[in-house]
């Protein structure tokens, strides 16, 4: 029996200790992270409580925390969105119509952000705390004890930029309904419907409507534009509120659906433990290890980032909103929407893939549906809406990535159905968006604008890599595969730059056509190729020169000479050393990189984090590993910054030892015990499991990594 109950005793400690481990990876989470500052070197990142892609956001939204707190907002976008069904405690009774919701103040103090929980503290000494669960958000809304009423506030006809048509119905003293439609996203209308259901846990003392300036006290109704309800509350006795709110882009029915079925507990507590721990489930598929703290704390909040988007917007029956506006149902799988395209494709959707296989396969289908209900690929998608944001074709980028890396539970043949009309057929258009704008000028003289061509042959990369991979379909391979090559089409003799052109051929001024950010940045935007650019402009020495001059600063704006740490052309440019017979190179910038640039602060982040692209930029940066190719399954290496990193792969795990943020020069590198002298490493030869062994240095080893080329593909004949 002593045995027993000491063999007992063992477990629960044992238990218990995994259990801190486990809860620490959420904790060390910090949302705050990126949240503040404005324009170009801002995160615009939110601090409030997230699900592993989830369908809701519950934050103070980065655009109008004065309004309380949204049910939707997209992480790192920099453009005001969504910020829908906004809810704010306030003490005391409503007296006066809360209008638009603009004359309140934001919260004042944070008492805890991390992955899955926001505290907040108000100006009127109310406390807020939110958590979600995977389609509801959930707050604790705790009144000051000096008050005896307290009121919540939920705004339908408000959001972050504005609402044309909504409606609020009180349907008891503790629940309502409604819906509101979208406003905009950088310049473009978003006009996608949300539907809402909230209950409180507790009945209300009274409750009213507002319209504009109108305070309808005892109206069970609200609508149109600046509308809401209140509820207010006898506090005196009891000042904690418990409220919740589920949403669907189809019905009120389907709100209230996922009402009851995310409804697992009436405790605040039981919420938000559920919440950390699916958290600390996702963010242990990698485990660090590391002295620095600070780093640590870093590395697992660009990793949370990673995990937000894209998000579930298919309801608990199936049911979503297509792009065409008619209502579908999916079979046995989520449907997915926010997808920020033109950055994810660079980062975010390879680890996705690698870690996710199913859930990204998922992605990769709503993105085939999108494109079945709307006409073709979107760019930028929030909700059922193509924004239009960005150029290029990055949509069959991140289909030919994820696909690479993983994810092939979709359907293939249509994924390159659409990649292929949207690459050959002029003013084809993805509901009112045109998919490749100058189709005609890049199929008649092999060149358009500068920066958007670029965009265009890398897609046409991964285009001909899909085919080849996913179909066997070697003669579309070989036609899209060369004709990434156009490339060469615009590179001037003269000035040894890549250089817009007139469609008569004469060259524009080398300034030209190059969007958000110059020729210097864009002109290594070759990745499957940097052998074939690099020799082009004279070797390797020039190429290296070239650099060495790019990266004298880290911080440059869209309109400056160097590179811009937190700008998505520039995020593969460090690896491009690899390329040349200084490899070195690659991590002594990135190094400089994480020092300089990337902090803990909220502050800390030196660019939009654009729905998790920078935040798998430092994951990839952080491991050692970096997906340079379009379509193509492998990584260019760099110096891991941790002495320990486990990744667990669908099919094994993958050990990286011996990193270090101090020492930033790789000194030799085993691989499975053998020793290793190639800067790039295939996916599929480290996908089932392996150990890396790196031996670091504080002084460049200028020879490792120059015996093996990593591969660039120019024209090809596939037989």
Known sequence: MKFQNLYCAFVIL?????????????????????????????????????????????????????????????????CPHMGNVPVLPVSGMIEKSPNNMEGFSAYEKINSAHAGFLSVEMKDKTRADLTVSKRSGIARFTFDKNTDEGSVLIGAGISSTFV???????????????????????????????????????????????????????????????????????????????????????SVENAKENLKVDDIHSDFEVY??????????????????????????????????????????????????????????????????????????????QLVAMLYPKESSEMMQSLVDF?????????????????????????????????????TNFDVKQAYYHMKRGATIPWLRSQNQEIRPHLTEYLRYGHTFASMMLEYTSADFAIGQFAKQALNNKEDAEYFINRSQNWKNIYNPKN?????????????????????????????MVPYNLKGLIDTIGGS??????????????????????????????FQVPWIYNWTDTPYKTSEVIHRVFNDMYTSKPTGLPGNDDLGTMGAWYVYASIGLYPMIPGVAGFSINTPQFEKVTISLPKGVLIINGGDTE?????????????????????????????????????????????????????????
């Open 663 to 719: 020492a930033s020069y790789i000194e030799s590198l085993k691989w499975n015990g053998k020793s290793y002298n190639s800067t790039w490493v295939d996916w599929n030869d480290i996908k089932n499991g392996g150990k890396f062994d790196f031996k670091i240095s504080k002084k460049p080893n200028k020879n490792w990594g120059k015996k093996e080329i990593p591969p660039s593909y120019n024209s090809i004949n596939i037989n």
């Open 371 to 407: 494109a079945e209900q709307s006409g073709g690929y979107g760019r930028w998608i929030l909700a059922n809406i193509e924004t239009g944001i960005m150029q290029g074709d990055p949509t069959s980028i991140l289909i030919a990535n994820s696909y690479a890396f993983g994810a």
């Open 496 to 524: 040894n730059w890549l250089n817009s052109k007139h469609s008569n051929g004469k060259w524009k001024d080398i300034e030209h056509d190059w969007r958000e950010a110059t020729y210097k940045n864009y002109f290594w």
């Open 541 to 570: 020495k020039v190429a290296v020169k070239r650099l060495d001059t790019l990266f004298e600063r880290l911080d440059a704006s869209y309109e400056d000479d160097w590179f811009a740490a937190g700008n998505e052309p520039d």
């Open 14 to 78: 044992f238990v218990s200790c995994i259990n801190l481990n486990a809860q620490s990876l959420a904790k060390f989470v910090d949302t705050q992270i990126g949240s503040k500052g404005s324009g170009l070197g801002c995160g615009f990142n939110y601090v409030g409580a997230s699900y592993p892609f989830g369908m809701v956001q519950f934050t103070p939204s980065f655009f109008s925390p004065q309004k309380g707190f949204v049910i939707n907002q997209l992480s790192g976008a920099g």
């Open 164 to 250: 044309d048509n909504a409606m609020i119905k009180i349907t008891s003293n503790k629940s309502c309904e409604g819906f509101a439609d979208g406003g905009e996203f950088c310049g473009t209308k978003t006009p996608y419907r949300i539907y809402f259901a909230v209950e409180f846990d507790s009945a209300s003392s009274n409750n009213g409507t507002w319209i504009g300036n109108a305070l309808l006290k005892d109206s069970k109704h609200g609508f149109g534009e600046n509308s809401g309800a209140y509820f207010t509350f006898n506090t005196k006795d009891n000042a904690e509120v418990n409220y919740r709110i589920a949403v669907s882009y189809v």
């Open 272 to 349: 938000k433990t559920n919440a950390e721990n699916v958290w600390n489930k996702n963010l242990g598929k990698i485990a660090i290890e590391t002295p620095h703290k600070d780093r640590n704390v870093q590395f697992y909040t660009h990793l949370y980032h990673t995990l937000i988007h894209p998000n579930i917007v298919s309801d608990i029956n199936g049911e979503y909103m297509g792009s065409d506006f008619q209502v579908y149902k999916t079979k046995g799988k989520n449907q997915y929407s926010s997808f920020s395209v033109w950055d994810t494709y660079r980062t975010q959707s």
